[in-house]
T-cell receptor, first 113, second 110 residues
């Protein structure tokens, strides 16, 4: 299993540009999450999904959109990039059974200038 | 409100024992996680407590007191590779969501 994969690893955007951060998991997990992590801080939840076709907002959803058309994929869309969105973005997934430990992807480092 | 507190940074010596504390006030509680995060990498799962008491896993142990809203992570026989950030996270009531503390940056010195 590849686990949780994210692309791209790094990206530089200009203010106002748009992009999609890709996230795919091959563990057949129902639950998926998007977090952002600013320097020296913990993780803040942006959006999450409990299954295909179902998404909901987390703590910091403004400026982002998500979709979940399949169990495997959970892309995060930035429509009008702003400097405040400079951060490291992590995607995670978990099963509905057991401890619900979340498995994280390697992250996408995004800079908006 | 939701609040999770842990010290910002700690320093310890190789071979020693260190305890990282976490206190929480959350509207729901369905377990507490500890994650390890090396610089520039993703968090990796260390431990999970849902009942009061101590869970031991090799050199790492985690303790939970639900009545006090308190947990700690105990690292024994510290190694240089244990230098990392340690994140405390509480699982809420909905959708397996986790609320993270800001993390404790641990530096292990020779």
């Amino acid at each position: 299993n590849a686990g949780v994969t994210q692309t791209p690893k790094f990206r530089i955007l200009k203010i106002g540009q748009s992009m999609t951060l890709q996230c795919t998991q091959d563990m057949n997990h129902n639950y998926m999450y998007w977090y952002r992590q600013d320097p020296g801080m913990g993780l803040k939840l942006i959006y999450y999904s409990v299954g295909a076709g179902i998404t909901d907002k987390g703590e910091v959803p403004n400026g982002y959109n998500v979709s979940r058309s399949t169990t495997e994929d959970f892309p995060l869309r930035l429509e009008l990039a702003a400097p405040s969105q400079t951060s490291v973005y992590f995607c995670a997934s978990t099963s509905r059974t057991g401890a619900y430990e979340q498995y994280f992807g390697p992250g996408t480092r995004l800079t908006v200038t | 409100g939701q609040n999770i507190d842990q010290p910002t940074e700690m320093t310890a010596t190789e071979g020693a024992i260190v305890q990282i504390n976490c206190t929480y006030q959350t509207s729901g509680f369905n377990g507490l996680f500890w994650y390890q995060q090396h610089a520039g990498e993703a968090p990796t799962f260390l431990s999970y407590n849902v009942l009061d008491g101590l869970e031991e896993k090799g050199r790492f142990s985690s303790f939970l007191s639900r009545s006090k809203g308190y947990s700690y992570l105990l690292l024994k026989e510290l190694q240089m590779k244990d230098s990392a950030s340690y994140l405390c996270a509480v699982k809420g009531n909905q959708g397996g969501k986790l609320i993270f503390g800001q993390g404790t940056e641990l530096s292990v010195k020779p």
